[in-house]
């Protein structure tokens, strides 16, 4: 057993595996990265941060991202770039936009595998992610997304 250290404040005792990143880019203003909000995609969660002075940051687990689609409007196609919308059942992140971005469906593309591996990784059925959102619940005894109380019985009439 190794010597144990003291900590001093601010300090930790517990090594954080950084993942690499699988895709990155930048919020694109008429083609351009000259903005300050950034994306990333490691094989865990896509990140994205925002600001310059107040920095913004929200992560998505990518076993929790449920559906993923390309908008891309004409003056977006002229330069080259699009938005990947994302939908999950994160609380805190229900939908994501990555706006503005490189080779949208390439992106899109990278993602859904992505998510599929994370998803088969951890062992994650698309009921859990159902559940999740609030559309499996407990009240619903015979799964058909009423839920108990709202059903009426032609029986009871």
């Not at 090594?15 to 690499?20: F, G, H, L, M, N």
């Not at 859904?112 to 062992?123: D, F, I, T």
Request: charged share 30%.
């Amino acid at each position: 057993m190794s010597e144990s250290k003291k900590l001093h404040s601010g300090e930790f005792n517990v090594e954080v595996e950084e993942k690499p990143l699988l895709w990155t880019d930048r919020k694109r203003w008429l083609g351009m990265p000259i903005s300050f909000t950034r994306y990333a995609l490691n094989e865990d969660k896509l990140l994205v941060n925002t600001g310059l002075i107040n920095l913004h940051e929200e992560e998505v687990l990518l076993y929790r991202i449920r559906d993923i689609s390309v908008r891309q409007s004409f003056s977006e196609r002229l330069f080259g770039v699009g938005t990947v919308c994302v939908s999950s059942t994160d609380v805190t992140v229900p939908h994501l936009d990555l706006m503005h971005i490189k080779n949208p469906r390439k992106v899109k593309e990278v993602l859904s595998k992505c998510v599929e591996l994370n998803r088969q990784r951890n062992n994650i059925r698309s009921t859990e992610l159902m559940s999740d959102a609030g559309f499996d619940s407990p009240l619903d005894a015979d799964g058909n997304g009423i839920p108990d109380c709202m059903e009426t019985d032609s029986h009871d009439e």
